[in-house]
């Protein structure tokens, strides 16, 4: 089974830098997405905004980037706590 998710989009939201119990650095975020996409023959505007999450040297790097900075975001999907919204879990940035 896949579970890959690359997604071009801006940092909306960042929570203060955290660490984990075992001392592993983790940061929250809101990633925005706006795009025109092809859907069924029409072109359909795209907006989205969706909760992500990095742990150690990506979520490091992320903490020092400012508010509206783009990046390519890989990663995976998974339930977020609670287990009513999604989570994407960053794996990888790469500049937009």
């Given amino acids: 089974m896949h579970n890959h998710v690359c ?3 801006c940092i909306a939201e960042a929570q ?14 809101r990633l925005e997405h706006q795009s025109r996409q092809a859907d ?10 969706l909760k ?20 390519c975001f890989q990663g ?3 339930t977020g706590r609670g287990g009513k919204t999604v989570v994407l879990h960053i794996q990888d940035i790469q500049q937009d």
């Avoid at 069924?40 to 905004?49: F, I």
């Fill in 76 to 78: 995976f999907l998974a």
């Fill in 16 to 29: 203060p830098l955290r660490y984990t119990p075992a001392g592993l650095p983790a940061l929250d975020l």
């Fill in 40 to 49: 069924a023959g029409q072109e359909r505007d795209v907006k989205l905004s």
């Fill in 7 to 9: 997604l071009t989009a």
């Fill in 52 to 71: 992500a999450l990095a742990f150690g040297v990506l979520a490091e790097r992320l903490a020092r980037q400012n508010l509206g900075s783009s990046f």
